[in-house]
Nanobody, 126 residues
Framework: QVQLVESGGGLVQAGGSLRLSCAASGRTFSRYAMGWFRQAPGKEREIVAAISWRTGSTYYADSVKGRFTISRDNAKNTVYLTMNSLKPADTAVYYC???????????????????WGQGTQVTVSS
């Protein structure tokens, strides 16, 4: 069982930056792939970024490549999402999630995630 708690959301102007944090419980955090997802009003939840546990490989949605960075600190049981050059289109509730999958590239697949946080709101004003 893994419990996830996100923090760091808020209101920011376009072009600004935010860093989201996701603190995880459990002794085996380092063995979970971690992902950040977002859901805007009226839209489906989409994957934003993910990081594998085995190799540290990362995945980014095309819409955030070059602007967002996912990282993890296994000693602190925490995963981060650093968001730069924010746009109004980035406005959404952001969720972190954990996956126990181990297959190649599985951390890119939303359905592979087993545990979810409660979400944190990010609002980007124009």
């Amino acid at each position: 069982q893994v419990q996830l708690v996100e923090s760091g959301g808020g209101l920011v102007q376009a072009g600004g930056s935010l860093r989201l944090s996701c603190a995880a419980s459990g002794r085996t955090f380092s063995r979970y792939a971690m992902g950040w997802f977002r859901q805007a009003p009226g839209k489906e939840r989409e994957i934003v970024a993910a990081i594998s546990w085995r190799t540290g490989s990362t995945y980014y949605a095309d819409s955030v490549k070059g602007r967002f960075t996912i990282s993890r600190d296994n000693a602190k049981n925490t995963v981060y999402l650093t968001m730069n050059s924010l746009k109004p289109a980035d406005t959404a509730v952001y969720y972190c999630a954990a996956s126990g999958c181990s297959g190649y590239g599985c951390y890119e697949i939303t359905g592979e995630y087993d545990y979810w946080g409660q979400g944190t709101q990010v609002t980007v004003s124009s």
